[in-house]
């Protein structure tokens, strides 16, 4: 079968431009912490014992912030529109980016990282959420596609700015490069299927509708598990890069920013691939089971692999974010299972809920490490992921060329 070349009018095409470079500036922010996280934590005078400890710290009070911004952000874009939520989003996370280069402890640096989580969780959903309502049904995936491939790219321009500045000037950038882009904003408009809800008394944006009754509430959950095993990857795999280089005896050195880098472009390249494939499948889940299958494989040469060089292992970490680039079908996926006056809880919840599930990936990880070595650790820690969504993909329904224009009933 042969992919429809899709057409967008004008109108489609700012916002295809306004999401992407928004995403981009998230996945700038939200990669940077890993890049940036040792010398700024010596810089603020944590001992290199415990600099691991506080780094997971740090990170995980941020994806505690997304967590709780998926849901605030997410209600909100039902309540009052979806793109009020992106000229919100983008003030908080930028302002906290520039905040955080001024940071003079690591409890100062915990509240902001936790800000800046709740501020960049609104973000993506509320893009995704815009084309999705906004595009005709056979082509979203594209845009979909355009804006998660072009975000993915702001981790390869946070690693190149960590690598030439000092970790202050790293998030003042962040901050600045989302302030600029509010001007950009002003070419954004409101779905009309949301606008069409306003003669309209259903009710919106009932996060806890999702759980009323065990059909919704198994959709729902499916579509959280299926996103595990990226952000197993990248919250294991590659932000402990060093260590694992280390246990597996890598010649050379290896560095979280080198190996961030390499793994966003590898997502940045898997979305592309992902994204066309599932338009000529005419299917999203054929295409992320393949990614999972694929995404077995990499993780057991990652793991397994005989003693290598640095390059070698950094191109690894490429083949890992190729093997989880599924991550815009993956949102594409929960922005179409739900209905319009739920859709932002839902598109802005899911991805968000799954960044946050790297809280109990890593403590996970760290529980076992004292009785497994790092290897065997997260062998065990990525088979579970990786288990759960191999059973959500087969359970949850093919969406593609879906109709969005309907309410779910409360």
């Not at 912490?33 to 700024?40: A, E, G």
Request: proline share 2%; charged share 10%; glycine share 10%.
């Amino acid at each position: 079968m042969k992919a429809d070349i899709p057409s967008f009018n004008r109108k489609q095409a700012m916002l295809i431009v306004v999401a992407a470079l928004g995403y981009f500036v998230d996945i700038y922010d939200l990669i940077l912490f890993n890049i940036v996280k040792k010398p700024s934590l010596i810089a603020l005078g944590v001992t290199n014992e415990a600099l691991e400890d506080t780094g997971i710290l740090l990170f995980n009070m941020q994806m505690i912030g997304m967590l709780l911004g998926g849901l605030i952000w997410g209600i909100a874009g039902d309540r009052k529109g979806r793109v009020r939520v992106l000229f919100g989003s983008i003030i908080m996370y930028s302002l906290a980016n520039i905040a955080n280069g001024f940071v003079q402890n690591v409890g100062q640096y915990a509240i902001i990282r936790l800000i800046a989580g709740i501020g960049l969780a609104g973000e993506l959903g509320a893009g995704i959420t815009l084309i999705s309502e906004t595009m005709h049904r056979e082509y979203r995936g594209y845009g979909t596609m355009i804006v998660v491939t072009f975000g993915a790219l702001g981790a390869v321009l946070a690693a190149n700015v960590a690598d030439k500045f000092d970790w202050q000037v790293a998030y003042f950038t962040g901050g600045g490069l989302g302030l600029a882009l509010l001007a950009l904003r002003l070419g954004t408009f409101e779905s009309g299927m949301y606008t069409g809800m306003n003669n309209s008394s259903i009710k919106r944006g009932n996060f806890l509708s999702l759980f009323s009754n065990s059909k919704n509430a198994f959709r729902y959950i499916y579509c959280i598990l299926i996103g595990l095993p990226i952000w197993f990857v990248v919250g294991v795999l590659v932000a402990l890069s060093e260590t694992f280089a280390d246990v597996l005896h890598v010649q050379g050195e290896v560095r979280v920013s080198q190996a961030v880098m390499y793994c966003y472009l590898g997502l940045s390249v898997g979305d592309v691939i992902s994204g066309l494939m599932s338009q000529l499948l005419r299917s999203r889940k054929k295409v992320v089971l393949s990614y999972l299958i694929f995404a077995v494989l990499i993780i057991l040469l990652y793991l397994f692999s005989p003693v290598v060089n640095s390059s070698i292992f950094y191109f690894y970490c490429f083949l890992l974010g190729a093997a989880t680039g599924y991550w815009a079908l993956f949102v594409t996926i929960a922005s179409e299972q739900f209905g319009t006056n739920i859709r932002s809880t839902v598109t802005n919840t899911v991805p968000n809920f799954v960044r946050g599930a790297v809280v109990p990936i890593t403590l996970s990880y760290k529980s076992l490490v004292p009785f497994l070595t790092p290897v065997y650790a997260a062998l065990l820690v990525g088979s579970v992921c990786l288990l759960l969504a191999f059973t959500a993909i087969f359970r949850i329904s093919e969406t593609f060329g879906a109709d969005l224009d309907y309410y779910e009933t409360m």
